[in-house]
Each structure stands twice: as C-alpha cells, then as structure tokens.
C-alpha cells in the first residue's frame, strides 16, 4: 500500500486538483484508494461529497493531525491532500504517512520561492535523507509560451529531484471538479492531452 502525500506550504498551486485526480487515477484503475485532507476547509472531501455513486468509488480517509494513525488495512493507495501553510503537527503527521511526496508549482516567482524554501525544508527531514520518502514535482497550469514558464524550467533543473510532468492551464479540471470528476471519468477524447500529461505521473507513484 502506498500513501501520497500532495504538499506546498504555498496556497492556490493545485494541491487539491492534483490530489483529486490522483485518487481518481487510481479508482479508475479499479484500486481501492482514500483520499484524506488535512486542510481545515476540507475541500477534497467537499469534492468527493459531489462525486456520483456510479463511478468507481474513492472513500474518505479522516488523518487527525495530533494522532495519525494508519489507513485501512487493505487499502492499495492513499493520497493525503494538505492545507497551505503546511507545518508543525500537520506537516509531521503527513509525513509519519507518506511514501512519496508529490509537489506541485506554479510558474511565479512567489511560488518558486516559497516552494525552494519547503523543498530545501523536506531535505532535511530524515526519511527524505535515507530515501525512505520519495519526492517529486510537478509543475500546474504551465503555458510552455510564457516567461513565467521558462523561469520554472530553469528552476526545477537546478533541483536535485525528478520532475515528473508540466501540466497545462486548461478549464477541464475546473469544469470536472465543479461535478466531482476527474480527467479519467469522462470520454477519453475530451481530456486527451491532459491525460497523455498524467502517464509520468501514474508511472512515478506506482513504480
């Protein structure tokens, strides 16, 4: 069983769209997998409260911050969406959990530095040190024409971490979350490009 931890102490970088779909990615892959949030405004579990029945289930995971405790037994993957501001207690309890580490960025400044601040901070954490938690990034709502997106290139090419995909600024997610729907729940040719985006993604969390 895995646990994916979805983290940026920076707000508004698609944590929750990252950590949506994530889980939806494996439902669909018939997985039996939770979503957990640790966010006090509970926006993931808001979006599975929209979700329909008829599609392939993704169950809550309630994570109590000052007492984290295992996720179901028989569970194949767990994906823990976190609050910005991420720190203290909430930061331990999700990495106590975690596998892997998925780190999503923005293309600014503000984002790319307070992100090198946070990954500067998870290197030193011990799990990370002995490779016992995996970290990657992956760039959100990247529009590879910009200036802003080639700053990010130059940016995550000088980490020392594997950047598992850009992912492109498009209304798809937003339209999907607003149902409570992922890329993997509608018909392929709508989302195609988004999901040929994902396949480094999938490939990273289930290696």
């Known amino acids: 069983m895995t646990v994916i931890v979805v983290a940026n102490p920076k707000g508004g970088v698609g944590k929750s769209t990252l950590s949506t779909n994530l889980a939806g990615a494996f439902a669909a892959n018939g997985e039996w997998v939770a979503l957990a949030d640790l966010d006090r405004q509970q926006s993931s579990h808001g979006w599975l409260a929209l979700r329909p029945e008829a599609l392939p289930p993704i ?3 309630h994570v109590d911050p000052e007492a984290p405790a295992k996720p179901p037994k028989g569970l194949e993957r767990a994906v823990i969406d976190t ?12 990495l106590e959990l975690a596998d892997k580490v998925i780190v999503p960025l923005q293309p600014s400044m503000f984002d790319i530095l307070a992100t090198q601040h946070f990954l500067e901070r998870l290197a030193k954490e ?4 002995k490779g016992m ?3 990657g990034v992956v760039g959100m709502r990247v529009d590879a ?3 802003s997106a080639e700053q990010l290139h130059r940016f995550v090419e000088s980490l020392e971490l594997p950047v598992l995909s850009f992912l492109r600024d498009t209304q798809n997610y937003v339209q ?4 409570g729907l992922t890329l993997w729940d509608v018909p392929k040719s709508r989302v195609e ?3 040929e985006q994902w396949d480094p993604i999938t490939a990273w969390v289930t290696k």
Do not use: S
């Open 133 to 135: 938690i995996e970290v």
């Open 145 to 147: 024409r910009t200036r």
């Open 176 to 179: 999907l979350a607003a149902h």
């Open 193 to 195: 490009k988004d999901l």
């Open 83 to 94: 609050p910005a501001g991420l720190h203290g207690a909430r930061l331990a309890a999700a």
């Open 59 to 61: 169950e809550t995971w």
């Open 126 to 129: 011990k799990a990370v040190r």
